[in-house]
């Protein structure tokens, strides 16, 4: 089966709509910017209920407790095969004040060199224009759907 995680895509309506998205830590993505930011997400097991764990995750990537009115969105599957379910909720944060959990990484690899990095180095709100170029690919359709279903509200 699979591997799972499960995620929060935040929006906000100013003048326009606004989707927060977040950008991996560690030396990996360092340099890496389109295609490589995401919603805040993580695995979970089968014995965990997949929303809890969208919830658990974003206050770990974040620092910020989210409730409100979840709304479920279509799956996807990632490139490697990972399957994401994801809701979609309104809210607002500063971004700036993102602080993630941490994790261990012998690098350079084979070092002995062992850093501590941040899972999230940055957060930041960005149009849905803007978001569909900054996330990654498989993940983009977590912003259609919920372009169209706000359209399909108004």
Avoid: C
Wanted: glycine residues 8%; hydrophobic residues 40%; negative net charge.
């Amino acid at each position: 089966m699979a591997r799972q995680s499960a995620g929060i895509l935040l929006y906000r309506i100013s003048k326009e709509t606004e989707v927060l998205l977040i950008h991996p830590g560690g030396p990996f993505f360092i340099k890496k910017d389109l295609g490589s930011w995401s919603i805040p997400k993580g695995e979970y097991t089968m014995d965990e209920e997949p929303l809890a764990a969208a919830r658990r995750e974003f206050q770990e990537e974040t620092g910020f407790e989210i409730n409100g009115n979840f709304i479920p969105l279509q799956p996807v599957r990632q490139k490697g095969g990972k399957v994401i379910q994801a809701w979609a909720v309104e809210g607002n944060l500063d971004a700036d004040a993102v602080v993630s959990n941490t994790f261990v990484l012998n690098w350079p690899p084979g070092s002995r060199n062992f850093k501590t990095y941040p899972e999230v180095d940055r957060a930041e709100w960005f149009g849905l224009d803007a978001a569909q170029a900054k996330i990654n690919e498989r993940q983009a359709a977590f912003i259609d759907e919920l372009e169209s279903l706000l359209l399909n509200n108004r």
